[in-house]
């Protein structure tokens, strides 16, 4: 069909306005407007996917717009003029028509693949938005968890440390006092023995806030016993019957590496006993000849692995998005494994040459400076 100049116009101006179109709704009324001036179309259908298993249809009129969504592929109407958004796949979307008479073919020809367009923008757009939507949660809560430790940290020394040492030096003030009269020898002796338990127990909690911090061990002797020190602290302040154990020969990793892995496994128990309600947690350390892989299997009730990840599958666990950026940034696997009331368990995979990947990084990133 030869195009008009008026013809030209209209289609110009269409893709303008479905271009910097808002929303999907300007798109399909802008389509509808455009196809009524162009071959006085009185209805017009639009079905596209926006994603596997589901469609969305539109209807324009006169007067209405309105919108369904299906779980099955809605199928044109069979006397209506149709065009496929992709002749090779007709489930991904197609325009269509009542009207038979005069242009209206030619107008859809003309008109459906500048709708395709606008339409692909649109989903582009919305999973975008979805997208730093999402990723915008989950830095939020991983705040809100770092937030809260620090709280928790505040309220040990403030509620906890901060009173002992108030009755400490109350205590010692009066041990003083009974030492500069020379009396109450035994008094005095029942005092500095109650003031040296007091400093003995504020020490463990200085231990106890110092390695939440940052735990020493990892230093010294290395990751498999700073996890099962990890283990054991966690069994005696939990419901939770832990195992931990390590197989093959242990190796250095590399500092970043070590704590990385430390504080997932961290993250993973910590999510046990949260969510999981499990009476028993194994943890499993291995050093196989090419990687190092750590596994924490609880038997907790599980879930639906499905509800980890949004509609865009982005995941939406704070925790697990964590150990999932800790390994990604070490080019390391990370894998979680779970159904209702089966347990779930969680594998972190770092091949040992991203140690050395990691370090040449490191040492590259240092000389260049």
Request: proline letters at 3%; one cysteine or more.
């Amino acid at each position: 069909m030869a195009l008009s100049q008026h013809d030209i116009q209209l289609i110009a101006e269409f893709v303008r306005t479905a271009t910097k179109a808002a929303n999907v709704e300007t798109v399909i009324s802008a389509t509808f407007q455009t196809l009524k001036q162009l071959a006085r179309v009185d209805c017009v259908r639009i079905v596209y996917s926006p994603g596997p298993g589901r469609w969305i249809e539109w209807k324009a009129a006169k007067d209405t717009l309105g919108m369904q969504l299906h779980d099955e592929w809605p199928a044109p109407d069979k006397k209506a003029v149709t065009l496929f958004f992709e002749a090779e796949n007709a489930h991904s979307g197609f325009i269509s028509s009542p009207t038979t008479k005069g242009k209206a073919r030619d107008a859809l020809e003309m008109l459906a693949p500048q709708v395709w367009s606008a339409l692909l923008l649109q989903l582009t757009l919305s999973r975008a938005k979805k997208a730093a939507v999402s990723e915008t949660e989950l830095v939020r809560a991983t705040l809100r968890a770092r937030d809260e430790e620090r709280r928790h940290i505040a309220r040990e020394l403030h509620d906890d440390l901060g009173q002992s040492m108030a009755a400490l030096n109350f205590m010692l003030k009066w041990v003083e006092d009974l030492v500069r009269k020379g009396t109450g020898v035994p008094e005095t002796v029942a005092e500095l023995s109650s003031a040296r338990q007091d400093v003995g127990a504020m020490l463990e909690k200085i231990r106890n806030l110092s390695h939440t911090l940052f735990p020493r061990i990892l230093d010294t002797l290395g990751l498999v016993a700073a996890v099962k020190e990890l283990a054991h602290h966690t069994a005696q302040h939990s419901l939770l019957a832990i195992d931990c154990r390590s197989e093959g020969k242990p190796r250095h990793l590399g500092e970043d590496i070590e704590v990385a892995l430390y504080r997932c496994c961290q993250e993973a128990i910590n999510n046990a006993i949260r969510h999981a309600e499990a009476s028993k947690l194994g943890v499993l350390i291995e050093f196989t000849s090419g990687e190092v892989r750590v596994t924490v299997e609880d038997n907790g009730k599980g879930f639906d692995p499905r509800a980890l990840y949004d509609s865009n599958s982005r995941m939406m666990s704070s925790g697990f998005w964590t150990i999932r950026q800790r390994m990604a940034d070490l080019g390391a696997a990370f894998r979680v494994s779970t159904s209702p009331g089966h347990g779930t368990v969680v594998e972190m995979i770092v091949p040992y040459s991203t140690g050395k990947a990691h370090d040449r990084g490191k040492n590259k990133a240092t000389h260049s400076g």
